[in-house]
């Protein structure tokens, strides 16, 4: 009976995975890091915030961006700038007539850098700050 319902359980769990797969999103655009722990993405749906200094809510999965300044990057602020990429996410839209942004991005499951050229290519972006 034990192996029974443990098989159940393992069922359960691996019929809920595809629908975890399906809820990330693929979002291109501007990632942008000014200033220590500030990290955003600007694609063409707007503002996704990743992470905010002094704030204890970030995305899930940053270690999954590594550093963007080792690859095609451009300073803005001694160590800190942006770059061109993609990454697998998922988001909360925001609500707030208040608040600008998109909304937030809660989760990244992985991101490819790509060369600023891409970006600055892409006519549905805004400009890098």
């Known amino acids: 009976m034990r192996a029974y319902i443990s098989t159940l ?7 809920a995975l595809p629908s975890i797969v399906l809820a990330a999103e ?3 655009g501007w990632v942008q ?5 500030n990290y955003w993405l600007d ?7 990743i992470a905010t200094q002094g704030s204890e809510t970030e ?3 940053m270690e999954n961006m590594g550093d963007i300044s080792a690859g095609d990057y451009v300073k803005t602020n001694g160590y800190y700038g942006y770059a061109c990429g993609c990454m697998k996410v998922e988001t909360e839209r925001n609500t707030d ?8 991005i809660t989760a990244i499951y ?8 891409k970006c ?5 972006l805004p400009k890098p700050e």
Do not use: E, M, V
């Open 110 to 117: 992985s991101f490819k850098q790509l060369k600023i050229a």
């Open 97 to 104: 007539p208040q608040d600008a942004s998109a909304g937030r």
């Open 26 to 28: 693929n979002r291109c």
């Open 59 to 61: 995305a899930l999965g």
């Open 33 to 37: 890091n000014p200033t220590p722990g």
């Open 9 to 15: 359980l393992i069922a359960g769990a691996l019929a």
């Open 43 to 49: 694609d063409r749906d707007g503002t996704w915030i």
């Open 120 to 124: 600055r290519a892409d006519k549905s």
